[in-house]
């Protein structure tokens, strides 16, 4: 059974950082992509990050580029993000995601099997 576990997340001040992490069990998938979306209170899902099977390729929403940075070690079956200047608007759940079949990156939340439970995030000002 697959199961995926994120952790890091919590309260952070306005500028602050924050290192969230997803540990995949019940299988590997260092040949899949895998992402991180955040749900904000009130609003859909939507995509934060994605990167495919080596690393080599990383995707971001505007809202976040050039303050965080996706990661995995496909050794380890974990996948990180670094947010830096956090803003009070990415406060939301962050959830992993992970696709079960080889391929793109999909930066839509059905293009991922396999999803974490979420860690909550909440920036304040």
């Known amino acids: 059974q697959v199961q995926l576990v994120e952790s890091g997340g919590g309260l952070v001040q306005a500028g602050g950082s924050l290192r969230l992490s997803c540990a995949a069990s019940?299988?590997?998938?260092?040949?899949?992509?895998m992402a991180w979306f955040r749900q904000p209170p009130g609003k859909e899902r939507e995509f934060v990050a994605g990167i495919g099977w080596s690393g080599s390729r990383a995707y971001y929403a505007d809202s976040v580029k050039g303050r965080f940075t996706i990661s995995r070690d496909n050794a380890k079956n974990t996948m990180y993000l670094q947010m830096n200047s956090l803003k009070p608007e990415d406060t939301a759940v962050y959830y992993c995601?992970?696709?079960?079949?080889?391929?793109?990156?999909?930066?839509?939340?059905?293009?991922?099997?396999?999803w974490g439970q979420g860690t909550q995030v909440t920036v304040s000002s």
């Open positions: 995601a992970v696709r079960g079949r080889n391929g793109i990156v999909p930066t839509t939340p059905r293009g991922y099997d396999y």
């Open positions: 019940g299988r590997t998938f260092n040949s899949t992509a």
